[in-house]
């Protein structure tokens, strides 16, 4: 039997699912929980409880939308269609929009490639990307997935799923450092990245 209650020991574990929260920082916060008034701590299940039943992916890019409608991007009309950018995560489709540089569209990958962790091209939404360049409209496709060995396999993937396709492909490039994740940079980082993003070929890759 455990020193703490049952209930307690549960929040822990579920604190410690979050990336970056080891089990003495989740216990920490399973502590501080305790320490709240019990109606907090409903208002806050009850949140996470309309997160689960309200919150979806937008049927078009994937980006975070209220369920089974477009998100608040692919909802504005003023937006270029005919650019889209592709990012790993919705945190990366923040980073990018803070820098207000990019009036493009968007498509989220959900994940990036990788084998050890089990994640393979089946994983991603690839297959809705190949989709929405076949419609004729899409002009570039810019890759915008973090510069890490993930990220770059993953690119490399997607330059050969798109070969063949009208539109140029682009790489972020000046700026971004070697390894690290789009969603962490600066405005200003992201947006000399964007400036400086180069055309790639499959042989590239």
């Keep these: 039997m455990g020193l703490l209650?049952?209930?307690?020991?549960?929040?822990?574990?579920?604190f410690s699912r979050f990336p970056s929260i080891g089990p003495k920082t989740a216990q920490r916060l399973a502590f501080q929980a305790c320490r709240?008034?019990?109606?907090?701590?409903?208002?806050?299940a009850a949140t996470i409880g309309a997160m689960a039943e309200e919150v979806g992916n937008c049927p078009i890019c994937f980006f975070l939308s209220e369920r089974g409608e477009l998100c608040s991007i692919c909802r504005q009309s003023n937006r270029d269609?005919?650019?889209?950018?592709?990012?790993?995560?919705?945190?990366?489709?923040?980073?990018?929009?803070?820098?207000?540089?990019?009036?493009?569209?968007y498509h989220v990958l959900g994940a990036a490639l990788s084998p050890l962790d089990g994640?393979?091209?089946?994983?991603?939404?690839?297959?809705?990307?190949?989709?929405?360049?076949?419609?004729?409209?899409?002009?570039?496709?810019?890759?915008?997935?973090?510069s890490d060995v993930e990220g770059e396999a993953t690119a490399g993937?997607?330059?050969?799923?798109l070969q063949g396709q009208?539109?140029?492909?682009?790489?972020?490039?000046h700026g971004l450092p070697v390894g690290g994740e789009l969603a962490y940079?600066?405005?200003?980082?992201?947006?000399?990245?964007?400036?400086?993003?180069?055309?790639?070929a499959a042989d590239q890759t």
Excluded: N
């Design 36 to 44: 709240w008034p019990s109606t907090e701590l409903l208002a806050m």
């Design 185 to 200: 940079a600066d405005e200003r980082t992201v947006a000399r990245a964007f400036s400086g993003r180069q055309a790639l």
């Design 81 to 105: 269609e005919g650019l889209i950018c592709v990012v790993e995560d919705p945190k990366d489709v923040l980073a990018i929009e803070r820098t207000g540089e990019f009036r493009g569209v």
């Design 166 to 173: 009208r539109p140029q492909i682009t790489r972020l490039a």
């Design 119 to 146: 994640i393979g091209p089946s994983d991603i939404h690839a297959d809705e990307l190949v989709e929405r360049v076949r419609s004729g409209q899409v002009r570039e496709v810019i890759l915008a997935t973090d």
């Design 157 to 161: 993937y997607l330059v050969r799923r």
């Design 5 to 14: 209650p049952e209930a307690v020991e549960r929040l822990a574990e579920e």
